[in-house]
């Protein structure tokens, strides 16, 4: 590496000035993770989801919680060791999937990456994939519930 290109930000706001390059929402989940398990590597739940990143080794699991009768998630519990996209993106999750009576499996599945996106006021283009670990590990969660609780 030359002189050049060393310490040189992967990613750089357009003013090059100190400002924050994500928004107020994307700094309020960084910096205030909703649901994160910070101090166990284990926790209690009925499935559970665990995914890396290809693009950068980053690796996301994700813990639910669940109620069988109505099928919703009481309980989205996470870490992670990716970036603060990841994070931001992730605490989201856990609050989309959680809220009002916590989201059905069903709907669980079906969110996307964009759906997240769109509640945080977006990303930078090149941490798109930053967003997809949650809603990947969320996804394999509720896989996992589906076979481990199959109905009889
Ligand atoms: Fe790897 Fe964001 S750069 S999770």
Redesign the pocket.
Known sequence: MNKETKNIPDVTSCGQSSSWLYNDTVKEHFLNPRNILINDTQHESDGIGIVG?P????M?VVWIKVDKDSERITECVWR???????IASTSMMSVMATENGGMTLRDAKRLSPEAILDRLGGLPDR?Y??SV?GHQALREAVLDFETNHAKQ
């Open positions: 990143s693009a950068c080794g980053d996301m992670t060791f990716g970036c603060a996209s990841a941490k994939h930053c670990l």
